[in-house]
């Protein structure tokens, strides 16, 4: 397991802190043109008038892609991120939070508010930073079994979260805006919460499959590219959506959010990759998996306790401080039994008895 240090912690942070809100802001201030250039104006098919709030967008996905590629050194600067979709979830089921916002900021930021961009993006952002705090942890793969099941699962989640987030916003803060009824909606309610829910279980899958997120990820930049150089296609096949979703997914998609969690999408399996990689090496730059990855880490870091070794097991052994006595250091000069005293020639036939031979077999 491979821990971030506090510094990394603090920058992706402050990162997120930062980039986050900028890029949500040129999402909506570019989103606001490009829907009004093309519903209030009318649309041509010259894309100049669309070059400017296209840049300005362009921008605010670039910061966001930067904030996920912070993922890579820790993923407390996505986890705050994520934290700080609570302020439109709240503005998703109390619309009546939608007439104090307005008042305090320019519209042009708020638009992208009131269809959901914000939520869409911070919420999945928060989700990207649970499973790479957890991939840190174990980094394992969960076998083939599990990532077929990721690869269908996440597109089916991410759809149905997607359907009920902006069925949501439809029944509560646009239907709230364009009636002037801010009361509390708990059907909307309740469908925003599920969705958002739905979205990050969606994206909680990676977890199994880092290659989960492809498909819907191609699908949002799809749409959101048709949008813009074929919108008269793009508005025949949205027109076959229920009539609530109508007033919301064109120009949600419109305001950045598909190309953004596209986008996101893209960047998040790159990094889960890289990250599950880096969580797979040892200190030392070797590659390990399982059971044997902590064992070699606990070797390497000199955490076993030292060998005990039992001792020899041959008669005698219990008993072996008594029958020999232990060595004297220097040791003293032996004399043998049947040398001759100094000075004295050995006696005729004082000679030392031959050694004994060892009884030969049969004997």
Same mark, same amino acid.
């Given at each position: 397991?491979?821990?971030?240090?506090?510094?990394?912690?603090?920058?992706?942070?402050?990162?997120?802190?930062?980039?986050?809100?900028?890029?949500?802001?040129?999402?909506?201030?570019?989103?606001?043109?490009?829907?009004?250039?093309?519903?209030?104006?009318?649309?041509?098919?010259?894309?100049?008038?669309?070059?400017?709030?296209?840049?300005?967008?362009?921008?605010?996905?670039?910061?966001?892609?930067?904030?996920?590629?912070?993922?890579?050194?820790?993923?407390?600067?996505?986890?705050?991120?994520?934290?700080?979709?609570?302020?439109?979830?709240?503005?998703?089921?109390?619309?009546?939070?939608?007439?104090?916002?307005?008042?305090?900021?320019?519209?042009?930021?708020?638009?992208?508010?009131?269809?959901?961009?914000?939520?869409?993006?911070?919420?999945?952002?928060?989700?990207?930073?649970?499973?790479?705090? +957890?991939? &840190?942890?174990?980094?394992?793969?969960?076998? *083939?079994? $599990?990532?077929?099941? %990721?690869?269908? =699962? #996440?597109? !089916? /989640?991410?759809?149905?979260?997607?359907?009920?987030?902006?069925?949501?916003?439809?029944?509560?803060?646009?239907?709230?805006?364009?009636?002037?009824?801010?009361?509390?909606?708990?059907?909307?309610?309740?469908?925003?919460?599920?969705?958002?829910?739905?979205?990050?279980?969606?994206?909680?899958?990676?977890?199994?499959?880092?290659?989960?997120?492809?498909?819907?990820?191609?699908?949002?930049?799809?749409?959101?590219?048709?949008?813009?150089?074929?919108?008269?296609?793009?508005?025949?096949?949205?027109?076959? +959506?229920? &009539?609530?979703?109508?007033?919301?997914?064109? *120009?949600? $998609?419109?305001?950045? %959010?598909?190309? =953004? #969690?596209? !986008? /996101?999408?893209?960047?998040?399996?790159?990094?889960?990759?890289?990250?599950?990689?880096?969580?797979?090496?040892?200190?030392?730059?070797?590659?390990?998996?399982?059971?044997?990855?902590?064992?070699?880490?606990?070797?390497?870091?000199?955490?076993?306790?030292?060998?005990?070794?039992?001792?020899?097991?041959?008669?005698?052994?219990?008993?072996?401080?008594?029958?020999?006595?232990?060595?004297?250091?220097?040791?003293?000069?032996?004399?043998?039994?049947?040398?001759?005293?100094?000075?004295?020639?050995?006696?005729?036939?004082?000679?030392?008895?031959?050694?004994?031979?060892?009884?030969?077999?049969?004997?």
């Amino acid at each position: 397991m491979r821990r971030s240090s506090l510094t990394a912690r603090l920058i992706t942070i402050l990162i997120a802190l930062i980039l986050t809100p900028i890029a949500l802001i040129l999402l909506s201030v570019g989103g606001q043109t490009v829907n009004l250039t093309l519903f209030a104006y009318g649309f041509d098919g010259s894309l100049a008038p669309l070059v400017g709030p296209l840049l300005l967008q362009a921008l605010g996905l670039a910061l966001l892609i930067l904030v996920v590629l912070t993922g890579i050194w820790s993923s407390a600067g996505l986890i705050v991120a994520g934290i700080l979709s609570i302020v439109p979830l709240i503005v998703a089921v109390f619309p009546v939070t939608l007439s104090w916002i307005i008042r305090i900021q320019p519209r042009d930021w708020g638009d992208g508010l009131v269809y959901g961009v914000p939520l869409v993006v911070l919420a999945p952002l928060g989700a990207m930073g649970l499973v790479l705090a +957890l991939v &840190r942890r174990d980094p394992r793969a969960r076998g *083939t079994a $599990l990532s077929v099941i %990721g690869i269908v =699962a #996440a597109p !089916l /989640l991410l759809t149905a979260g997607a359907w009920a987030l902006t069925w949501g916003i439809a029944d509560g803060a646009l239907f709230a805006l364009q009636r002037f009824e801010f009361d509390l909606r708990p059907g909307a309610a309740s469908a925003v919460f599920a969705g958002a829910l739905l979205v990050i279980a969606g994206i909680a899958v990676t977890r199994w499959s880092p290659f989960a997120l492809v498909l819907p990820a191609l699908a949002l930049l799809v749409a959101s590219i048709l949008l813009i150089a074929a919108p008269e296609t793009a508005f025949r096949v949205l027109s076959e +959506l229920p &009539r609530g979703l109508i007033t919301v997914v064109p *120009t949600l $998609l419109l305001y950045g %959010g598909g190309a =953004a #969690a596209g !986008l /996101l999408y893209l960047a998040f399996t790159v990094v889960l990759l890289r990250v599950r990689t880096q969580s797979r090496l040892t200190p030392d730059g070797s590659a390990h998996s399982g059971d044997a990855s902590s064992a070699q880490a606990q070797y390497s870091a000199g955490q076993y306790p030292d060998a005990q070794y039992p001792g020899a097991q041959h008669p005698g052994a219990q008993n072996a401080q008594t029958q020999y006595p232990p060595a004297q250091f220097p040791p003293s000069a032996t004399r043998h039994p049947y040398s001759p005293s100094p000075g004295q020639h050995p006696a005729p036939g004082h000679q030392p008895p031959p050694a004994p031979y060892p009884p030969q077999p049969g004997a």
